[in-house]
């Protein structure tokens, strides 16, 4: 009874599905358990860790705002002390008096040693030290000078935040107590001032954390404008306090989210970029916020131990899982293979014999061992042998293989046999009964033992005489057709889809000299025209969509040599045995010359036509004087149009022709003069003559003519044209004299305006000297230089060569030189560099942009150089992108105050300078990083034409 095997695929499938079922359920469980209790446990895990950073940071911020409490403590016990002042009081009247010094200093020692100040001195309401300890002198730094008179004028304790005195000096921290007379509401005497040094007392306590920890610090930053500055030195950066800066929008960094009013526990990356949880707060009464962080690593690395051990104890509880339903899957699977070992025996057999019978090659199996050979019914019908006639043994099979076949198959089977391959083939003639050879394809495999040596040969023989001989016709038929088409003078071509040649006969080389390889490969329309091949590559799409050829298209070609060659193309389309297209073949034959000649007529008939209509239009449409006349001091003319025999007053062209060239000229020696150049040139254009009329009145002629020549050279007559332009040459002597005229008057005008304005500056400068107010000197001089740069454009424009336009670079130049002689500037201490280029401007943007330089000049020589401080003063002036003007006026003076925004100055100068950028519609920058830097970029102003 035969075994059905889909009844064993099910007895086999189902006891398994029910075990992997189990198995799957089972793992869920242990997998889902596994998972609840690590996501518990992460979850208490990071509770404790954010407590335990809030614990920490909230401890830094009670320290951090008790040492503050301490420090404004300290400097109490001297604020508003009548004993302290009165001893500061007397110093100040008496600084010998060796007594109250030494009552001062013992004080200041004191406090110095019990609160361990960095250093503790006394300067008066100018800014003077007057004692210190350490009693080692050292320079009173700007900033504090600054700050000296609203301390003076609030009187109240102020705490100087994180800061340094020079960029090379260390950071300190200070109080300042205002010191005032004993009485209440005395006058100011000066400072007290305590300095603290955070390296001693504040750093430590922020940087340290109450447990061992690789990553965890604490960070004190203040914001600045668009900034976080870092106050303290960090773990991970050297010099890194009062250094580092971040920009506010890098909003993942905790230091700029607790800037920007976010409080509590937040994560995101550190100043490293290395992703950090962090605990974030203000401290309180103070520009401070505190950073608590720790990075997420070290944060994550116990979770990540516990992860792996719960990893390791559910692959363990899986591994147990499967290896027992493994062991139970293995020995039915056992069972069930036996039974179906059984049935594909079975079926192989079967279908070897159905194979055997339904090819129609024939099978052989020789016996290596034997040398038996044995053959399938297939062998009598292919070759018509009977089964008597075959032999089973080797000797059957050799002797009908053809003598000069024999020995090449021979060696083959052997040297297959003794390599050790697994396969032989060849094709060779075999005899068949009636005496004919058939061309047969055999192919044997080699069956080997356990240790590679042969022991028999499979195979199978198969008769492929008839395509053999469909091969040879074939390649007979292919050999003709390509000598026809290469020995065919057309040029024969193919091309793929793409537009890819695939193919071109020899014909190319003639037609257009390339060789094939230049062709085949290459785009179809590389070498054709321009113009031709947009056109081309526009249509060739529209020929595949519709899978068309094409017939008669003519196109223009680019020859080797750089000629063009006209083609004729006619092509039709390839199909695959879908009846999808694949390409185009075609033919192109070359009609140059053809095509030339039909050119040739063409512009031929064309050249005549437009010759007549033009010489029609010319001689009878237009207002100039058109003519041809002969060579010589005389001349006679030829021919001549109606416009010049009217111009020249004669009634009728036949009265014309009848005088002398020369009779139309006011002086004879004009037409001489002519006469040589034309000879001499060949050509006038515009030559301004002047001629005489039929009456006698004269005008002036603007002539423009061409010697025309015969083959040998010789000049034979001359074409020209005559236009009466007296009225415009009066026009324009009318133009240049009234042009004069006003030029003359803006001049004035312009000298004029320097003068009165001039004027107005000596009356500021006279007022200025009957005046003792110091305050209302300078006010008076500032008034001056303003005038006197409007005055300078004035001036400019007057020495001008071109009244619409100053040149901006000289006008700064005397500018800068005015303002440095009104300000005393010794050029020892305060140099100028300069770097211009070729800017010109006219007089709406120049006063606008002299008033702005004179502000920031004037702003740079009065307040950036103090206490004979030397430095340098830049001005560069260039066209910027798109002709904009850039001007900037830079200093390495002291700078502008602190937080002073010059967009909303009080001061009189910068409200002039932001009120004139907005006239000139300009944009205006500062830069504060070396000194002062003020670069303005603006364009023109483009004002209405006036009437």
């Not at 960029?167 to 509401?185: F, W």
């Not at 061309?439 to 069956?447: A, L, Q, T, W």
Request: glycine residues 8%; aromatic residues 8%.
């Amino acid at each position: 009874m035969r075994s059905n095997p889909q009844s064993l695929d099910r007895r086999e499938h189902r006891p398994s599905l029910y075990l992997l079922l189990i198995l799957l359920v089972l793992a869920a469980g242990i997998i889902t358990a596994g998972y609840l209790f690590y996501r518990g446990y992460a979850q208490n895990f990071r509770g404790e860790v954010e407590r335990g950073l809030s614990s920490i940071a909230e401890l830094k911020v009670g320290q951090l705002v008790q040492w503050r409490k301490e420090q404004l403590a300290d400097a109490s016990a001297f604020y508003r002390n009548r004993a302290f002042s009165g001893l500061v009081e007397r110093l100040l009247e008496t600084p010998a008096d060796t007594d109250v010094r030494d009552r001062i200093l013992s004080w200041l020692d004191r406090v110095q040693d019990a609160y361990q100040y960095d250093r503790v001195f006394i300067l008066d309401a100018q800014g003077i030290e007057r004692l210190a300890v350490p009693g080692t002198p050292e320079p009173v730094a700007s900033h504090l000078l600054q700050q000296i008179p609203e301390i003076l004028r609030s009187n109240k304790i102020t705490f100087l935040d994180f800061h340094r005195d020079t960029p090379d000096r260390p950071i300190y921290l200070g109080l300042v107590v205002p010191v005032r007379e004993e009485s209440d509401g005395g006058r100011p005497l000066g400072v007290l001032v305590l300095r603290i040094d955070p390296a001693v007392h504040l750093y430590p306590f922020i940087q340290q954390w109450p447990s061992p920890s690789r990553t965890a610090e604490t960070l004190l930053v203040r914001r600045e404008g668009d900034e976080v500055l870092f106050l303290n030195e960090l773990r991970f950066r050297k010099n890194s306090a009062l250094s580092l800066r971040v920009p506010l929008d890098k909003r993942d960094q905790p230091a700029v989210k607790v800037a920007l009013g976010q409080e509590g526990i937040v994560a995101g990356n550190d100043y490293r970029g290395v992703p950090v949880l962090a605990d974030v707060r203000r401290v309180p009464d103070s520009p401070w916020f505190l950073v608590a962080h720790m990075d997420t690593t070290e944060v994550n690395a116990p979770l990540q131990e516990r992860l792996w051990m719960i990893i390791g104890l559910v692959a363990a509880l899986l591994f147990g899982a499967g290896a027992g339903a493994g062991l139970i899957w293995r020995q039915q699977r056992l069972r069930f293979f036996r039974e179906r070992l059984a049935a594909a025996l079975k079926q192989s057999h079967e279908r070897f014999l159905l194979a055997n019978r339904a090819t129609y090659n024939a099978i052989w199996d020789w016996d290596l061992r034997t040398n038996a050979v044995l053959w399938n019914e297939n062998f009598q019908t292919l070759f018509g042998y009977g089964a008597e006639e075959i032999e089973p043994d080797l000797e059957s099979w050799t002797s009908r293989i053809h003598p000069e076949d024999l020995e090449r198959v021979r060696t083959g089977i052997h040297a297959a046999i003794e390599s050790g391959r697994q396969s032989w083939s060849d094709q060779y003639r075999f005899r068949r009964k009636d005496g004919r050879y058939a061309v047969v394809d055999d192919r044997g495999y080699i069956v080997r033992k356990a240790d590679e040596s042969p022991v028999r040969m499979i195979g199978a023989m198969q008769d492929i005489t008839e395509r053999m001989q469909a091969e040879e016709k074939l390649r007979e038929s292919e050999e003709k057709y390509r000598a026809i088409i290469e020995t065919n003078q057309e040029w024969i071509w193919q091309i793929n889809n793409e537009g890819i040649h695939t193919y071109s006969n020899l014909a190319i080389e003639q037609i257009l000299g390339y060789s094939i390889k230049d062709i085949v490969g290459k785009n179809a329309t590389i070498h054709m025209h321009p113009e031709d091949r947009r056109e081309i590559e526009e249509m060739l799409p529209k020929w595949i969509e519709n899978k068309k050829g094409w017939n008669n298209l003519v196109s223009r070609w680019l020859h080797k040599d750089g000629s063009i060659r006209w083609l004729e193309s006619n092509a039709v389309v390839m199909l695959d045995v879908n009846g999808e297209l694949i390409g185009f073949q075609g033919s192109d034959r070359d009609i140059t010359e053809r095509k030339l000649a039909e050119l040739a007529s063409k512009r031929a008939e064309e050249a005549v036509g437009k010759s007549e209509e033009k010489y029609r239009g010319l001689t009878g449409n237009v207002n100039l004087g058109i003519y041809r006349n002969t060579v010589g001091p005389e001349g006679k003319f030829i021919e001549a149009n109606p416009a010049i025999v009217g111009m020249f007053g004669y009634k009728s062209k036949e009265e014309f022709l009848a005088i002398n060239v020369s009779d139309l000229y006011q002086n004879a020696k004009g037409r001489n003069k002519f006469n040589d150049k034309m000879l001499k040139e060949g050509f006038v254009r515009g030559e301004e003559l002047w001629l005489k009329k039929k009456d006698g009145s004269s005008f002036v002629g603007s002539v423009s003519a061409v010697a025309v020549k015969d083959e040998q050279g010789h000049v034979k007559y001359y074409d020209g044209i005559i236009d009466d332009i007296t009225e415009r040459k009066r026009a324009e002597e009318v133009l240049r004299a009234s042009l004069r005229e006003k030029e003359v008057l803006l001049r004035e005008v312009h000298h004029r305006v320097k003068n009165n304005m001039q004027v107005i500056s000596s009356f500021f400068n006279l007022q200025a000297g009957y005046t003792t107010n110091e305050e209302c000197r300078a006010i008076l001089k500032e008034g001056q230089t303003r005038i006197r740069s409007m005055s300078l454009v004035h001036e400019k424009l007057y020495q001008s060569c071109d009244l619409s336009k100053i040149d901006l670079a000289g006008y700064i130049q005397s500018l800068v030189v005015h303002l440095f002689h009104v300000y005393l500037v010794n050029p020892a201490q305060v140099r100028m560099e300069t770097e211009f280029e070729d800017v010109s401007l006219d007089i709406n943007s120049a006063v606008p942009c002299g008033l702005i330089l004179n502000e920031l000049i004037s702003n740079a020589l009065k307040h950036a150089f103090p206490e004979g401080r030397t430095g340098v003063i830049k001005i560069g002036l260039r066209r910027g992108p798109g002709g904009a003007v850039e001007l900037r006026v830079a200093d390495d003076g002291v700078g502008l105050p602190e937080g002073l925004d010059f967009r909303k100055a009080e001061s009189f100068g910068l409200q002039i300078v932001n009120l004139l950028v907005d006239q000139l519609e300009a944009a205006i920058d500062l830069d504060r990083k070396k000194g002062t830097a003020f670069t303005m970029t603006f364009r023109e102003l483009k004002y209405a034409p006036r009437a």
